[in-house]
């Protein structure tokens, strides 16, 4: 079983909707919980970190939340842009190692 | 400066070759990471360099995979013998140690 598992797989909204992406994880002990844009052809490209003690974040029409207690996190999208379009993934890191563990992502279409 | 970038971008190899896949990470960067992304899926850990040396190797999913980063710069993975069940896109990434990994676009390799 996959320690960060993410839903939904895909997701396919209008332009200028907002939509939730959602991440569960086991990983333990908790160091910090990364959001990734990964557009298509590219490598991921960082939206937003949050450590235990931070329970939001924004950057600029992507706000992050987490729940260490239930261990849940989401990515909020507000006002969804085509250039959205990319898959969302979900990145846990425990303490005292370098190693990052992906989760599958959410494939993001946004639609004119 | 520039960021991580990563040759070729893509390559398509018949099975029983052997390739190399070149990572050059931003300058500076002590910490080099290797991923493999199958298709739809998150990257998953391969091996990670401080400076030259190869301090987890527990990723590579054979003794077919080896890399290589010797005046701790440039990094090369080469895929001996490659298989089918070797097609995906490698990513290469580079950080400072203990802090964010930038990513490069990574290598879509296919074995035909």
């Known amino acids: 079983k996959n320690q960060v598992e993410q839903s939904p797989q895909s997701l396919i909204i209008l332009e200028g909707k907002n939509c939730t992406l959602q991440c569960n994880y086991t990983v333990s002990p908790f160091s910090n919980l990364r959001w990734y844009k990964q557009d298509t052809g590219r490598g991921p490209v960082s939206l937003t970190i949050?450590?235990?003690?931070?329970n939001t974040k924004s950057n600029g029409r992507y706000t992050a939340t987490l729940d260490a207690d239930t261990k849940q996190s989401s990515l909020h999208i507000t006002a969804s842009q085509l250039s959205d379009s990319a898959s969302y993934i979900c990145?846990?890191?425990?303490?005292?190692?370098?190693?990052?563990?992906f989760g599958t992502g959410t494939r993001l279409k946004v639609l004119a | 400066g520039a960021g991580v970038s990563q040759s070729p971008r893509y390559k398509v190899a018949k099975r029983g070759q052997d390739v190399a896949l070149r990572c050059d990470p931003i300058s500076g960067h002590v910490s080099l990471f290797w991923y493999q992304q199958a298709l739809g899926q998150g990257p998953e850990f391969l091996t990670y360099f401080q400076n030259e040396a190869q301090l987890d190797k527990s990723g590579l999913p054979s003794d077919r995979f080896f890399a290589e980063r010797p005046e701790g710069s440039v990094s090369t993975l080469k895929i001996q013998r490659t298989q089918q069940e070797d097609s995906a896109v490698y990513l290469c990434?580079?950080?400072?140690?203990?802090?964010?990994?930038?990513f490069g676009p990574g290598t879509r390799l296919t074995v035909t």
């Open positions: 949050m450590t235990f003690s931070e």
């Open positions: 990145v846990v890191s425990a303490k005292g190692t370098y190693k990052y563990i």
């Open positions: 990434a580079s950080s400072l140690v203990g802090y964010e990994q930038y």
